[in-house]
């Protein structure tokens, strides 16, 4: 498999998550454990190489949340080139508290 083939897979696979979209105010993520695992499931490993709050400047109050998920790739020639699957929670809850509820955007690249 080419890996912009692989690319177009995990998108493919990432859209098809049911329950991702709109918003959530849920403390567990959900929603991007539900990526994550529907990934796994179709057979690609996954591992998260990334995660962290993003920050307001001015206030200090964490207005995201990204992770970022990598899928190994190997060439036919043999040369890695992983795929990384981004996925961001965007802070959509009241000025106090922005990530009480939030909104998903996920995708491979």
């Given at each position: 498999?080419?890996?912009?083939?692989?690319?177009?897979?995990?998108?493919?696979?990432?859209?098809?998550?049911?329950?991702?979209?709109?918003?959530?105010?849920?403390?567990?993520?959900?929603?991007?454990?539900?990526?994550?695992?529907?990934?796994?499931?179709?057979?690609?490993?996954?591992?998260?190489?990334?995660?962290?709050?993003?920050?307001?400047?001015?206030?200090?109050?964490a207005m995201s949340k990204v992770w970022l998920y990598e899928v190994p790739y190997t060439s036919?020639?043999?040369?890695?080139?992983?795929?990384?699957?981004?996925?961001?929670?965007?802070?959509?809850?009241?000025?106090?508290?922005?990530?009480?509820?939030?909104?998903?955007?996920?995708?491979?690249?």
């Amino acid at each position: 498999m080419t890996r912009s083939k692989l690319v177009k897979t995990l998108n493919a696979v990432i859209n098809a998550v049911p329950n991702t979209g709109g918003f959530h105010n849920d403390q567990f993520w959900t929603p991007i454990h539900a990526i994550r695992n529907a990934v796994i499931e179709a057979g690609y490993e996954a591992a998260c190489v990334q995660s962290e709050y993003q920050h307001d400047p001015k206030t200090g109050l964490a207005m995201s949340k990204v992770w970022l998920y990598e899928v190994p790739y190997t060439s036919d020639a043999g040369k890695q080139s992983p795929v990384y699957i981004r996925i961001v929670a965007a802070g959509a809850g009241s000025v106090q508290e922005p990530l009480n509820t939030y909104d998903v955007v996920a995708y491979a690249s």
